[in-house]
């Protein structure tokens, strides 16, 4: 089984000391007394974790229908993935894990999740307490703890990180630094459209979003992988549903895709920049000679 390096641990022991803010009090205590058996327990739980942006989940009773359908991109993606069966998995970014359950259910010997989002880990820690997998971790870590693990993970997701940091190119090389020798990663993010080598820089707020730094064109994004020394790029979709894969429900309810786009023009955001598009692409670390 994988085991984090100690001082990665104990980063990820300190920040869920912090998980007991206030702020999370509910959610703590309905996490507390949660009887797994029993669904008027678990739906109560449940709502005490909202918002859920990512699903959707079945448990007993209660089903969430998440603000993101994330059936829709395990769609697009789940074809184009190896064989995960002797694979050590990471999920970079990983949300609640929804990602990672599906990963585990396509036959990955184990997958570890980094997400320093407290809801996101709250959520896991309830579908861990309900259907426990000892395969599966899930740890408050970032992206920024990669150059920690130098060829580590055959196989990494990373999907709706890259364009919330400032280097992406950096980025890209701790990837590919974590990656085994041949490892694979698959990378999805939010683009714009064009046949340049460019990327469109918000200069500000971007869909409503204050941290979206850049968006790639399709070949800016191959380009850039390219420059990072990944070999055996691939564009494995290039489109997604929008508003039928983003919208406000009952269980993740708030501002959602439809709202942050022009209502007279939706091939543009409220603020007038163009309507992402999604790219997934599949890129491989080089194998030693
Ligand atoms: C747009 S969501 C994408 C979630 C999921 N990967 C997906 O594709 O649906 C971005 C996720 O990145 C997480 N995140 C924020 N900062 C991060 C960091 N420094 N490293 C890794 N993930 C981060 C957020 O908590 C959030 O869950």
């Not at 309900?130 to 993970?153: C, M, R, S, W």
Request: aromatic residues 8%; contains cysteine; hydrophobic residues 40%.
């Amino acid at each position: 089984m994988f085991t984090l390096p100690t001082d990665l641990l104990a980063l990820h022991e300190t920040r869920l000391k912090a998980l007991h803010a206030p702020r999370q009090e509910e959610a703590l205590k309905a996490l507390a007394t949660l009887d797994p058996a029993d669904p008027q327990s678990v739906h109560a739980t449940a709502l005490a974790l909202r918002p859920w942006k990512k699903g959707p989940f079945e448990f007993l009773d209660t089903r969430i229908d998440a603000e993101w359908d994330c059936r829709r991109k395990w769609q697009r993606l789940h074809k184009h993935l190896p064989d995960l069966s002797d694979k050590l998995v990471l999920d970079v970014g990983c949300g609640n894990g929804w990602y990672m359950q599906q990963l585990r259910q396509a036959g990955a010997r184990e997958v570890i999740g980094f997400d320093p989002g407290q809801m996101n880990y709250l959520q896991w820690t309830f579908t861990q307490k309900i259907k426990p997998d000892p395969a599966q971790a899930l740890y408050l870590l970032g992206v920024e703890e990669l150059p920690a693990l130098k060829k580590t993970f055959d196989v990494i997701l990373h999907m709706g990180v890259l364009y919330h940091h400032r280097d992406p190119v950096m980025q890209l090389i701790d990837l590919r630094e974590s990656l085994t020798p041949g490892g694979t990663l698959f990378l999805e993010t939010i683009g714009v459209p064009g046949a340049q080598t460019t990327l469109y820089l918000p200069p500000d707020r971007y869909a409503g979003m204050p941290n979206v730094w850049f968006l790639p064109t399709l070949n800016a994004l191959t380009t850039m992988l390219e420059r990072a020394r990944f070999t055996d790029i691939k564009v494995l979709s290039t489109h997604w549903d929008g508003v039928e894969e983003q919208r406000p429900t009952e269980w993740g309810p708030g501002p959602s895709y439809a709202g942050a786009l022009d209502p007279s023009d939706p091939r543009k955001t409220i603020e007038g920049h163009p309507a992402p598009e999604r790219f997934i692409v599949s890129a491989r670390s080089k194998e030693l000679r």
